[in-house]
């Protein structure tokens, strides 16, 4: 058996033990992209350009953009599955280029649209292949496979020594996660991973994985041509147009109350308001607006509800209030249309600054 | 299996009578072949010449080189054939690819016999000569099967085993080897049966085989040893045929 899991980013080692420990383990590293360029050979114009950026140790940014503008040119740099043609990318500070691919790609988690099983090995063996390319013991890798299988939510007695094809697209797009996740890297990079999947399933896996990854908090660069896939998954959203240019980097909702360009501002598309509601919970509303209830009996919604939701209700039982009542039946106030509005106003730092802002607000 | 609910999965299992009848279909061919010219055998009087021919001895020396013959070059055709496919596919040189699948096509078209008569003229006669003659004749083939398997594998699974750090060798032996190898075993399986027949043509330079039976009752006008050696070919082609298939079904990958 070789030696466990070599170190290779500095702050890792913190970690480094935990080969084989907890699916919740944790903790991302920065990553830094540096005026990074590609050019494919036998072509006149630069598929990136000039592109540079910083993620945060544990941030989830989404890179989205319209097809073919380099969103997974761009990705794929980071793990050298494509090589720059100049500019630096540093993974905790460690320049990638400097490292062997190989070694750097075992310690960065990968998934892409086509999943990309292998179709003759069943999924446990599949989740096993970086642990085993790591050299860790069958113990350990056995563990580990169960426990990312439970993370993902396939049953491991059921599908640990099923092959790829026996799964629905659904089940194949988890295992591929958990063989992404399963040595535990600081980094991920995902290629539209919930793409090729129905609109049900997307969003339940959209929803299973902001879960997961409110545990396990790795860096993520996620790619998606879906701007509200951006928004609901995103702690900053880079919208991106041809050769990769960067057309605004920021949080989803500073995004929405104020994009940088008519480009952002047509990506969005319409109903940015309500994209905005659904980013805010109902607390961030004042509850004081408006009296408690006199006899009619109101609607009510737990505090965990968004803004959106909120007015969904208000929209459908067609009350004028909402009662906001917390799991053991506390009271924390009532929300009106008005108190809605209010929010969104008050959340927009640069109303009225772009010619979009307006038409953000704008109901 | 009995838990798998995949409309995919059953494939392998259902059908079992009908996979039964396969497998026993080949071997059952041979033995009504083979008990009918024994049949025919004891009912007409042999000559002196038919005697000693159609005697164990004699039949067992000519399957023997025949076997030899053909088995290894098969053998040699998969020892040499699949490198050489595997380095032609690490080349990544698409025209390099084309030339050698072009070149396959066009052997395949030139008629065997050509082939080893025309090595015979330019060398020698004898064994060696016909085997080089088989493995030169059976080897594009198996390059070309190689070729088109490894190639044939999804570049997203490729990918997918570069981007989780496996080294080239690694997603070689593997990722594609294993999801190519059905395709390369057909090839070998037909280059294998392929072989067996060709093989009969080795008499013509003196390389012995049942070709000899074949060509002997021609010339002598003795059909019962003819039709023996004909047999005999045909009896051996449908085993290995048989025996190969097996070991494809068995050694193909699971999951596939
Ligand atoms: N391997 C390649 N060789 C040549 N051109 C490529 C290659 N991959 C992508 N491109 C080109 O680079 C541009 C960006 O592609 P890509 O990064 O795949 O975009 P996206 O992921 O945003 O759809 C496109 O114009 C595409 O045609
Ligand atoms: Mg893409």
């Not at chain 1, 544990?58 to 997974?72: A, Q």
């Not at chain 1, 991106?240 to 920021?250: G, H, K, N, P, T």
């Not at chain 1, 008005?338 to 704008?362: D, F, K, M, Y």
């Not at chain 2, 299992?13 to 279909?25: I, S, Y």
Request: proline share 5%.
């Amino acid at each position: 058996m070789p030696k466990p899991t070599t170190i290779i980013f500095p702050s890792m080692d913190v970690r480094g033990a935990a080969s084989g420990g907890s699916a919740t383990s944790g903790g991302g590293v920065s990553i830094e992209l540096d005026s990074v360029t590609k050019t494919y050979p036998g072509q006149d114009v630069s598929a990136v350009e000039d592109f540079s950026m910083r993620i945060e140790p544990g941030e989830l940014v989404m890179f989205v953009g319209p097809s073919g503008c380099g969103k997974t040119t761009t990705m794929k740099m980071v793990n050298r599955i494509i090589e720059p043609t100049s500019g630096s990318i540093r993974i905790d500070g460690q320049d990638v280029l400097s490292l062997s691919p190989d070694q750097l790609r075992r310690h960065i988690g990968y998934v892409i649209q086509q999943i990309g099983l292998f179709p003759h090995m069943t999924i446990a063996d599949n989740i096993a292949t970086v642990p085993r390319l790591l050299g860790w013991s069958k113990k350990e890798t056995s563990a580990r496979v169960e426990e990312l299988l439970d993370t993902v939510q396939l049953d491991p007695a059921v599908f640990a020594d099923r092959y790829p094809r026996q799964l629905s697209g659904g089940q194949q797009q988890r295992a591929g996660v958990a063989r992404a996740l399963a040595a535990d890297p600081p980094v991920m990079l995902m290629d539209e991973p919930f793409g090729a999947t129905d609109p049900i399933t997307r969003e339940k896996l959209q929803a299973e994985f902001l879960r997961l990854q409110a545990d396990i908090g790795k860096t993520i660069i996620f790619v998606t041509h879906d701007f509200d896939e951006a928004v609901r998954l995103g702690d900053r959203i880079a919208v991106l147009s041809e050769r990769s240019q960067i057309e605004q980097f920021d949080t989803p909702a500073a995004i929405l109350a104020a994009p940088a360009n008519d480009y952002v501002a047509s990506f969005i598309g319409s109903g940015a308001a309500l994209k905005r509601l659904s980013l805010m919970p109902v607390t961030s509303a004042d509850l004081s607006f408006g009296a408690p209830a006199s006899g009619g009996k109101r609607p009510q919604l737990d505090p965990t509800a968004t803004l959106r939701d909120a007015l969904d209700l208000l929209v459908v039982t067609g009350a004028e209030a909402l009662e906001i009542v917390d799991a053991d039946g506390t009271r924390l106030g009532c929300l009106t249309h008005a108190a809605i509005s209010a929010a969104l106003t008050q959340s927009s730092p640069t109303r009225g600054a772009g010619p979009a802002a307006g038409e953000g607000v704008h109901r | 299996m009995s838990t798998l609910t995949s409309p995919d999965v059953g494939r392998r299992t259902t059908g079992r009578r009908g996979a039964v009848a396969r497998v026993l279909a080949a071997p059952l061919v041979v033995a009504v072949l083979g008990l009918v010219t024994l049949l025919w055998l004891q009912s007409i009087e042999l000559d002196s010449i038919e005697k000693r021919t159609l005697n164990t001895d004699y039949l067992v020396d000519r399957v023997r080189e025949h076997l030899l013959l053909s088995l290894s070059a098969a053998a040699l055709v998969a020892l040499l054939a699949i490198p050489a496919g595997v380095l032609i596919h690490r080349t990544n040189s698409r025209v390099l690819r084309g030339v050698v699948l072009a070149l396959a096509n066009i052997g395949q078209a030139t008629p065997a016999v050509g082939v080893v008569i025309l090595l015979a003229i330019v060398w020698r006669t004898g064994f060696t000569t016909a085997l080089v003659a088989l493995v030169a004749y059976s080897f594009l083939p198996v390059l070309r099967n190689t070729l088109t398997g490894l190639a044939e594998v999804d570049p997203a699974t490729r990918e997918a085993a570069r981007g989780m750090g496996m080294t080239r060798t690694q997603v070689l032996r593997r990722i594609e080897l294993p999801l190519a190898s059905p395709v390369i075993l057909a090839g070998l399986r037909t280059s294998l049966v392929f072989a067996v027949g060709v093989a009969t043509i080795a008499t013509f330079i003196n390389a012995g085989g049942l070709g000899d039976m074949i060509v002997n009752g021609l010339k002598l006008q003795r059909y019962p040893v003819l039709i023996v050696g004909a047999a005999l070919v045909a009896g051996i082609a449908i085993l290995i045929d048989w025996v190969a298939g097996l070991v494809e079904e068995y050694a193909r990958p699971r999951g596939l």
